[in-house]
């Protein structure tokens, strides 16, 4: 399936036009325009998340919306509703708060925009989930989105090493260091539910790893939103740093925003997250996954307890007769096998093809939205901006 295909020129009301009568395959064209991909699924789960997400009413506002955030005057007059400006904003404010689309801005200077399924519609659903839409979520997971989700060149996730597991002696290195990243950072930090384990939840089926649930990581502008939404409480920076320190004594992965400057930090477990329980059905889950290290082992000092095996989210290590063997197609270089080793068998080595990521998040989808649309396509989308037409 190309997801590739960049936006072509189009009026602002063309996208409805386009899928017939189908208010919500006009939705899911619309969120398709973006950095992040909403492909369509051939069981139709695409669109059944989308009636479950969005009311008519909501879905009408989204179509008119941009991948850039804009201000309420120039949505009202696209909405053929320029005489109705405070109307719209407590439309879209109310919209935001409920996490179906982008909101940024100080108050009364608010631009509202169209948000990626995920990372964002899913995850602001944390407070609004429901059984049904957990699993209309997961399987599209598991279907065409998990596919888009992993297929880009620069991933929206990386992996990063827990606790000491490397020496940071490189400036890739150092970007994958989340202590660092935490003590860099001028915060405000804040902690929300972590949306995987509450789906589980719902589910009936709770998490084996961790009795954690708020643990998903904010920090910066992601902090400063979720707070203003009421969907995290703020921590200072040493409980940040004692939850990553948590995050490792139980097991559990540590994902970061792709960006040097990151403004989330899951805490992720092999039995719950969506990214990681896709990406384990894989031959080669490695080659899905934006890390710099990968894990090595020097057999012969190994004391075959078994400790790194049972940790290993993506099935990577195999011990046999010689020793532990680290499968370097399946390892992320998550680093938990390092600290659990107690006979000190395992190290975390730099990748040959480890890169710088993006600088802060609006690099990241810049990027994102470069490579899928090309230098031609993204000056088209910005010159629809500028001329104040959605993209």
């Avoid at 509703?81 to 404010?93: G, I, K, S």
């Avoid at 659903?125 to 998990?146: I, K, M, P, S």
Wanted: aromatic content about 4%.
């Amino acid at each position: 399936m190309d997801h590739r295909k960049g936006p072509r020129p189009t009026t602002d009301g063309d996208a409805a036009a386009s899928t017939g009568d189908s208010l919500y395959g006009a939705l899911r064209v619309h969120l398709d325009r973006g950095p992040v991909p909403f492909p369509p699924s051939l069981t139709g789960v695409d669109l059944r998340l989308l009636r479950r997400l969005f009311s008519p009413a909501d879905a009408t506002i989204a179509l008119e919306l941009s991948a850039l955030p804009e201000p309420v005057s120039t949505i009202a007059r696209r909405l053929a509703r320029a005489n109705e400006v405070d109307d719209v904003r407590r439309e879209l404010e109310r919209m935001a708060n409920r996490g179906l689309i982008h909101q940024t801005g100080p108050t009364g200077r608010e631009r509202y925009g169209k948000l990626p399924f995920a990372v964002g519609i899913y995850e602001l659903q944390v407070d609004h989930l429901t059984a049904n839409l957990e699993r209309d979520a997961r399987q599209y997971f598991d279907e065409e989105f998990g596919e888009a989700f992993r297929s880009s060149p620069t991933r929206q996730m990386r992996t990063v090493p827990v606790g000491a597991a490397f020496r940071a002696t490189s400036p890739v290195a150092s970007t994958a260091d989340v202590r660092a990243m935490i003590l860099a950072s001028p915060g405000p930090f804040a902690v929300l539910r972590c949306i995987c384990r509450h789906g589980k939840d719902l589910l009936g089926e709770p998490c084996r790893t961790t009795t954690l649930r708020e643990n998903c990581l904010t920090l910066g502008s992601g902090a400063e939103t979720m707070m203003r939404r009421g969907a995290a409480h703020p921590v200072g920076r040493e409980e940040m740093l004692a939850l990553v320190e948590r995050a490792n004594a139980e097991g559990l992965v540590l994902q970061t925003q792709n960006a040097a400057a990151p403004s989330f930090i899951c805490c992720c477990c092999g039995c719950c997250c969506n990214v990681l329980t896709s990406a384990r059905r894989l031959p080669q889950p490695a080659s899905r996954f934006a890390s710099t290290h990968r894990a090595e082992v020097v057999a012969t000092e190994c004391s075959t307890c078994g400790a790194c095996t049972e940790r290993c989210p993506m099935q990577a290590i195999c011990v046999d007769t010689g020793g532990p063997v680290v499968d370097r197609d399946r390892c992320i270089g998550c680093g938990l096998c390092v600290t659990s080793c107690t006979s000190g068998a395992f190290r975390l080595a730099e990748r040959e093809d480890a890169s710088l990521p993006p600088a802060h998040s609006s690099a990241l989808y810049t990027r994102l939205f470069r490579e899928r649309y090309g230098l031609i396509g993204t000056a088209v989308a910005i010159g629809r901006h500028l001329l104040g037409r959605k993209f």
